[in-house]
């Protein structure tokens, strides 16, 4: 048995058990995240069902009908399992349960800051609202919305919004490579060989996205929340109405950044964000951006559209629309009105201004 197999090949490292068979996106990512530590670093992996086999693990995920976190047993099929992450509703899954209890490590390791750090815990839940829930979800078969309740509105799908997701590429592992058919690394003596390199590759899929939002998040998004905190704090210094944000630094992403101040401000509809200004590049002459904030995060709604007759006109043309109280530059305003440019912050502070009066 392969399970066998591996426990015999190395004694030395705590190893890390689930089940064989068909795999999901959810334990896949668990494995992985153990993985990430240093505990783990260096684990072989058993996938089987023999409780037996199963018992010499250090730690097992997904299979064997216990969550005991002082044994290190996570399965979340038992009828009796309802947990769910920390203020959330959705039942979790072998990768929430993971991220749960080793959630804040990980981070702490990447980010190099004692796991007790206020950045680690806000991370923690915004990794866990961004990435893990999704994979929770699709593993439990929770959909985002009510189907009954959008029939009942009459409301319809436009496109299939799974045809290309993490969870469906995972499930597409289990099948044979179409650009290697036929061939397969199963022997006499190691039957499972091809479905756990299968699995591997599953897992290998999983992590690397999880690592890549990680680290966006240490690196780019934490960074940034402290920047949108000072300009949301000095907003009324860029229009007296304060719906006029103005950012020193191209690239920042200030979206949830901003709706996160807005409600923790507790502020009115009326006096909420309309524009946000930010340069294209770091260059000191770099032209300007005015984005119109969405409604709300994901939606392509905004608060406040540029005007409609500036959109879809550049240069010139959109010079002479906007009017004689905007410097010239204009660059573009996009059709939709989401978005605009303008060859200098002045001009592009002008713009949001005229806009905001519109």
Known sequence: ???????????????????????????????????????????PLVRTRDRSVLDTCDIVVDVGDVYDHSN??????????????PDR?????????????????????????????????????????????????NDNGINAYDSGELKAAGIQKKFNEFGVTLASLVRDLNQEDPL??????ATPENPQAEEDY???EASSLMGKAFLRRLHGMVTVWLPARAIVEEAFKNRTQNDSSGRILVLPKAGIPWA???????????????????????????????RWRIQAVA??????EN??????????????????????????GAVFVHASGFIGGHRTELGARAMASKALAS
């Open 1 to 43: 048995m392969a399970g066998e197999t591996a426990a015999k090949r190395l004694k030395t490292a705590p190893l890390i058990g689930t089940h064989n068979g068909h795999f999901h996106a959810d334990e896949a990512l668990a494995v992985y995240m153990l993985r990430l530590l240093p505990k783990y670093t260096d684990s």
């Open 72 to 85: 290190n047993r996570f399965d979340h099929h038992q009828r009796t399992f309802t947990d769910v992450f």
């Open 89 to 137: 509703l959705t039942r979790l899954s072998s990768a929430g349960l993971v991220y749960k209890h080793f959630g804040k490590a990980v981070i702490a390791q990447h980010a190099k800051l004692p796991i007790d750090h206020a950045d680690v815990e806000i991370v923690y839940q915004k990794l866990y609202d961004d990435f893990i829930e999704a994979v929770d979800a």
């Open 180 to 185: 290697t058919p036929n061939i397969t690394r």
């Open 198 to 200: 299968r699995f591997s």
């Open 256 to 286: 949830n950044h901003l709706y996160n101040f807005e409600e923790e401000a507790s502020l009115p509809e009326e006096e909420k964000i309309l524009y946000v200004l930010y340069p294209e590049k770091e260059d000191l002459d770099s």
């Open 295 to 300: 409604k709300e995060s994901g939606s392509f």
């Open 303 to 328: 608060r406040k559209s540029l005007p409609e007759t500036w959109r879809g006109n550049r240069d010139t043309d959109l010079d002479n629309i906007i009017g004689d109280d905007v410097e010239d």
